[in-house]
């Protein structure tokens, strides 16, 4: 491999998460580490720079954010946000924010912006693409797509595995009938 780079494809780290992954991974290995952030909890841009400043010398960032769910690191605040910390990006930053312009008005329908659905899966560890299934079963099985959410953080859900949001929803569903008392 030619490099390294630790996803957080839930938005679910927060900077000393990231600091102690990234610390481990370029401390023990000999190719470059990078970082790939998503914004679930507001932390994209946090999270990149803790990754830097622990040693990664990738890092991944979207304009305007571009990106499912809450989006990623916003590529021009991460360019802004190094060079003013002192970093040689030999990025030329108004050239970014012009993209950025120009992503926004030609590529992109929604800017991508933190929703409670991105809040939530970000703070149960699931990627925000099952945020529709959710919804959508949730709704259909009677439960809150909050509690739904953290149901399958505690199953510890990955992507390609979306029959599961259905046995989940069933047994939150059973168990909320369980727990009600009888009227």
């Given at each position: 491999?030619?490099?390294?780079?630790?996803?957080?494809?839930?938005?679910?780290?927060?900077?000393?998460?990231?600091?102690?992954?990234?610390?481990?991974?370029?401390?023990?290995?000999?190719?470059?580490?990078?970082?790939?952030?998503?914004?679930?909890?507001?932390?994209?841009?946090?999270?990149?720079?803790a990754a830097v400043e622990a040693g990664a010398r990738?890092?991944?960032?979207?304009?305007?954010?571009?990106?499912?769910?809450?989006?990623?690191?916003?590529?021009?605040?991460?360019?802004?946000?190094?060079?003013?910390?002192?970093?040689?990006?030999?990025?030329?930053?108004?050239?970014?924010?012009?993209?950025?312009?120009?992503?926004?008005?030609?590529?992109?329908?929604?800017?991508?912006?933190?929703?409670?659905?991105?809040?939530?899966?970000?703070?149960?560890?699931?990627?925000?693409?099952?945020?529709?299934?959710?919804?959508?079963?949730?709704?259909?099985?009677?439960?809150?797509?909050?509690?739904?959410?953290?149901?399958?953080?505690?199953?510890?859900?990955?992507?390609?595995?979306?029959?599961?949001?259905?046995?989940?929803?069933?047994?939150?569903?059973?168990?909320?009938?369980?727990?009600?008392?009888?009227?």
């Open positions: 491999a030619e490099g390294v780079v630790l996803m957080d494809s839930a938005g679910a780290l927060l900077p000393g998460d990231v600091a102690r992954r990234i610390e481990v991974l370029a401390g023990g290995l000999e190719i470059p580490v990078g970082f790939h952030a998503h914004n679930n909890l507001g932390m994209a841009i946090a999270n990149s720079i990738i890092l991944d960032g979207t304009a305007r954010g571009f990106g499912a769910g809450a989006g990623n690191a916003q590529l021009e605040v991460l360019v802004a946000v190094l060079q003013k910390m002192g970093y040689e990006t030999n990025i030329d930053l108004y050239k970014v924010l012009e993209l950025s312009d120009l992503a926004e008005k030609q590529v992109m329908k929604v800017v991508p912006i933190v929703r409670p659905t991105s809040i939530v899966s970000g703070m149960a560890g699931v990627v925000s693409t099952f945020a529709k299934h959710v919804e959508r079963i949730s709704q259909q099985y009677g439960v809150d797509p909050r509690d739904l959410f953290f149901e399958l953080g505690r199953r510890k859900l990955v992507a390609g595995q979306e029959d599961i949001i259905i046995e989940a929803a069933m047994d939150l569903a059973s168990r909320r009938q369980t727990d009600s008392p009888e009227r």
